[in-house]
């Protein structure tokens, strides 16, 4: 079914630049499209060509602002789907309100399931996410979701600046899988950093699994937001006796609030981070992007020529 | 059913002058709720009470910026619904994205439907707005929609100065039958302006149905966003030899971009607008600002206490 | 995927010279189909052909008996979905029950969306409706809804009998977009009639904006039910001064109750109208019955070979 | 719930008079409504006074004309939910389109489950039913139905006209079940009419289990239509030897096309109906006429005090 | 659409063995896929071959134990819709809980709704059953369901055997269109077993219409349970003189509690019965199985190229 | 609305003992009930006693066999809402295919969101859930889940017993939350172990974050199926010094496979786990079992009589 309909990848504004990059590997136009706002704010989108009997993969990650790309990314489908496409696939690399997978308290909402039902008012056929916070976000769907990963891009562009007796950190519990992967690809061994209590008084401090001391740490996690995790995983490590010189590496780099100060005091040699979400957030902040142009333009002809996914996806 | 259940108004941030308004004439303190925003951007919001079993009524325009307060407004209603409301009925005094009820070139979003199947997905027993920009919305929610009308208590606000000789302007076709309604409760007659063509090449001259000259036209439209429609109204009319004192009255006063411009260009005699977006937009702008809060007070008590709503709605 | 698949098109009972009309441009023979009531009344229909991984267009207007047409086109859906149909597209020229598109007093039903409602109990992949009332209807239907437009062969059909010096009129505000678009068609100036009240006691006149003095007067309107709406402009625009030779033009005409009566007394120069609704009614009224075969057929064409609409929408 | 609701009974137009009867029984007046057709025969229903809040029962058996009462009963919903109706219950003593629960061929509609989802697209809290023609036809709701039974109020009229040494006949397997109910209650034995083939080439004879000879027969069926069926099992058991003095019972007296005429010819001593349809069909056909009413306003007590149906339902 | 994406066939655990045939028949390899019972018993599967696009059907009949088979198909169905399947078809030669098609008191389940309603968890574009206990469960599905008949293959394995004189006994008045079937197929009249009672206190003597003395009965039914129904039709079959050698017909053979008992007590001549549940149940009951592994690659093979199903289907 | 429906507790098959130890609390007798099963495994439930607008409660724990235990529950709801229960709740103390959360490899189900999905195949107003494996799973149903814990009841039942400088030992990192929650009960430190490789080629050895050595430890987890990961962890913690004395804690015992040989090689002083599931299994496991009677009780009466279930959910 796919490979006799048109292939069609429409950018919304959250990336555009990652858009064109997966155009241009595929060897495809990106499709003309108008997406403005009106002086109240209301968003319009039009597609600028037809679409009718196409496989449209909308490439919009919902970053900040995040209402504004995810109701965006509605509209957008919306308007494909209304303009007669075949199959509508999101690709949507970086997802917001993951972290909001359950209540705490009981009078919260769960806002990952409300932006997954957002996304199903209308017919998706699929959705492609990388390194979601919580691979159990699979589940929120009704539609398959593909979780891609970015590991092996990372780690292959980390490769060159590996280094000597490195150990693979992971910077809280949640992380640890995430941490076993990056230590698969890197052959180096893993530890975590964990908040623990020595005793019943004292608590919250951040303990440490495995030998760090005169190694050299890669901090891996899935995002970085305020750069909070990090900085305190840091200060643990560093206080274990690791070598002073961190190499952190994630997938999404949100970089808000005291992102840019708390990384800046760490002694830093590399930050890796995808495109994901647009690198021109943070601008003072040295990093090494790596592009995710490859792995999307790979999964978006695979799924439109109806291959399998296999190696692209998280395994756990 | 109604009378046995708790009432709970919550507010959420779009318009929290507006539900103390509501809270204050119905005796009631507003519902302890916790909104805020990550570093990030996303929201988190928390009902600070228990609502299980009440009756619980959400207060939310969604005006701009309207995504942002359209995701909060579901996040409440999830949150609600999470924390074992019996009932949960969405009060939003102006509804955004109303104004995009159709494609026009076949590549657009219906907006209006996507914005009614994103309030959709949380269980929602009504939704009550106010002088919609087109009554048809009503047919766009699954959810029955009680659609009120501010033109009485408008009307009632502009009697003190009500002008001598006075004719209602519709400025464009649209406000036609709004135009009527006012005409009934003020005993003025009515006209309408608009877009004619005098020839084949002629184009787009605004034409005036109804006698003005000599007489003090009150402009009466659904809402005013940048003022186009209404500055251009008010250039017929006084070419068309109207008094040079004009009344303008709207329900929603958004006033974006060169509104300000536009309406201070004017002669402005009176400008009445309502409270349901916060008429601290624009705050150079001399309004005469008439709150909802007894209209929608009404409402809320009414439904709770399962009376007709029959008076409070629009007839047309 | 469209042309893939066998293109079959099923025509219902409402309109079967239509249907042989659209079969016969498109070089299509109609599908078998067998329609019967049992002596009861129920409806028993069975498609007489395989139509198993075909392309299905149904054609079907709701016209009279509206309640009958409706379920007969609901019962062939059911029928081709079983069937094994892999897609079902329902042509509905005219769409019945469009008018009640609100509550107007708070109690009643709101038939517009109940019948779209009714036509999603299947699955439809589109629906496609010409001239709709609303064009808002669009937002009633989860499914996509193509609306075309038969200004353009209506305007084709009378230009050999264009007035000198004529107007286009439209008969009241709702008509007023509709007007325009006939207007560009036909290089004519516009004029609409309207209710207005001259003071707070004189009610509901009609008044007309734009010229009309000893021109020749074209009324345009998407639907002539009692005629009751025309008979009252013709009236106005004959006290205005026009010439007393009017052409009408509607799209769909259901010439009901008093219809001939009233369209009989007026100085009728020509009636031209489409046959969206079999023009076997209302048999003494004479008029001018231009076809929407072709426009069909084009669309259904295009729908079945993926093809861009475009042209043929209504755009407003 | 139910007896803190407000009770209201709103009849629709294809049975006012059993409507009249419920109320009566039950001492409540008939909700006020008003449903009338436009000149084009589009129905427009609004009910006369408040129902918000109010436990509302509509009651509309679905007879000739099948579509337009199915139809309506929709817009009375879709009213009473709109208008804010606690919980709507649908009343629908025959239920037609219940001989269509297949497909026989392959390509017709399966027109009960049609109609099931057409009463669905409102919320209806559930479905009260009399004799359906298929008890497999509750699977075919996603609302729970009770499937009442006039049986006893049926065997009760019989009773002082119950013939000495009777029989009770099923005039085809269908009825097998229903007739052992009758037999039950009337104490007599059963027999049954089948169609049977005495050879390979002898086809479609009918034949009878169980003794009849000389005993008076009780022919007894759910529904009546044409009457084809009772008249040949009336001379399948005149050829068997019954007594030539038939009566006739059945729950839905349809009572079309041929019936009168077929009826007539059979040696009829009594026709036992009820006014689940009105009985001012057929005027001609002399019957005794059994009024559900006190079967419906039993159920509709029980159901709006929250008490169990137990010994009205059909057992199986 | 069918025939351009690649046919793909699953076979689930409840009837391997029918699976092979199939892909035999096809010329097919049946697809890779593993499903394993965890220690606590929780269910893996997992598709062990690329399915994406293809049109992928699931073999697995709803027998004993009937819970695991049924959410064993769902967990398949969401294996397949994950992994990109463009379409999934599920075979389901037998259908447990078909007889669960009512509620017999009122406070039981309806246990086939619930059953294809848990089937209707993910996208399902077919259902495929065998003579169904009940024709009108189509109408319980929301999907199109195909009934296909297993009445031709069983009365071709009969025919050699077929016994001179015979005469096709329905059981129980159920059974009696199946019967039908059969008398058409072999030519032979047919006879009806059913419960009657002579008069008002002799309760449930089995009653046979037809003629049986000195023939030689073949009693059909769509499947054996317990085989109580069978014992007691053949007991009455004896004691109407019928010839003692019966030959039994059933598709569906489950031989549970007392079968092998009662069936062994009997002068069974031939026992017929499809491999619609694996005959490897009872191994001590002689039997002759016929294979369903023509008719299903045969109904497979049509709907995959998109042919018409019309001379498998049940008629009736 | 709660309080004015009468209170009943349904109980399924899967802990009678539980569902009496409930009942006994709320000093309310369970609600009459016939669950049994045919010859051929089919289940019939039938609700004894009438629940026409009650407000049921269903408790069924999904352990082994996990399917049967599931379809039993929605067999349960659908009788409830056939008979007329006003609202449903289900108490899932232990939630079967809970640890199927994602897919793994690409081509298996997500069984979690498959027995999420036939729950809600009928009305449920909500779930309770007792320490889900992963609290994400409330993002998996559409209808609220209420996240209990019986950390507190498990530790006020250990604390007797609570031995002198414990540790909370979390035997992988995704117990890691959870033995937060211990420790803050029970004033104990945290350590965790978990999964590491010293180096590229040693693979999965056993690390601990946090001092255990000479500490007694005490293992809690929210579920014990083989006892795999408890003797992983215990093998790791005596290697790194702490007192032979274990004491393991958890909310679910299933026991199955090999769990009651390899706890019963580990120096066990105490074993508590709750009555979630039947503690029948595996009668040679010396065990305390905690009864969570008081807990659901608490939690049944407090959403019946509308009260907030703050204290008793988990907070994370």
């Known amino acids: 079914m796919g490979a006799a309909m048109k292939l069609t990848l ?7 630049a990652l858009g ?3 155009c241009q590997i595929l060897g495809l136009p990106p499709a003309a499209r108008d997406i403005r706002a009106f002086p109240d704010g209301e968003l319009r989108v039009e597609i600028g060509e037809s679409v009718r009997g196409h496989d449209v993969y909308l490439l919009q990650p919902t970053g900040p602002p995040v209402e504004r790309h995810l109701l965006e990314l509605v509209l957008l489908t919306d308007a494909c789907h209304r303009a007669g496409a ?11 309100y993951a972290r909001q997978d359950r209540r705490a308290t009981g009078r919260e909402a769960v806002g990952a399931r409300v932006a997954a039902d957002i996304l199903a008012i209308r017919p998706l056929a699929r959705l492609v996410a990388v390194d979601l916070h919580t691979a159990a ?17 990372l780690a292959e562009a980390l490769r060159p600046e590996r280094p ?26 893993v530890a975590i950093v964990q908040k623990a209590r020595v005793s019943d008084t004292e608590v919250s401090v951040r303990s440490i699994s495995g030998e760090v001391r005169g190694r050299a740490p890669v901090i891996v996690d899935d995002m970085i937001s305020t750069g909070g995790t ?18 952190v590496v994630t997938t999404h780099g949100l ?3 005291p992102a840019v100060e708390r990384l800046g005091a760490l002694p830093l040699g590399h930050l890796f981070v995808t495109d994901s979400i647009p690198q021109t957030v943070a601008p003072e902040l040295p990093r090494r992007v790596v592009g995710l ?3 999307l333009a790979d999964a978006v002809s695979r799924l439109h020529s109806q291959q399998s996914l296999g190696d692209l996806l998280v395994h756990e």
Do not use: M, Q, W
């Open 10 to 16: 429409v950018t919304g504004t959250a990336n555009p």
């Open 20 to 22: 064109e990059s997966v």
């Open 293 to 295: 142009g490859g792995l």
């Open 255 to 257: 970089f808000v609030g």
């Open 137 to 153: 976000l699979e589940g929120f769907f009704g539609a398959p979701l593909e979780h891609l990963t970015a590991v092996p891009v």
């Open 230 to 247: 990090v900085a305190a995983a840091a200060t643990a490590l560093l206080e274990a006796g690791c070598r002073p010189e961190l190499t």
């Open 86 to 96: 075949a199959r509508v696939t999101a690709i949507v690399p970086y997802f917001g």
């Open 164 to 189: 000597e007796g490195g150990v693979v950190v992971a910077p809280d519990a949640g992380a640890a899988k995430l941490a076993e992967r990056y230590a698969r690809a890197l052959h180096f061994p």
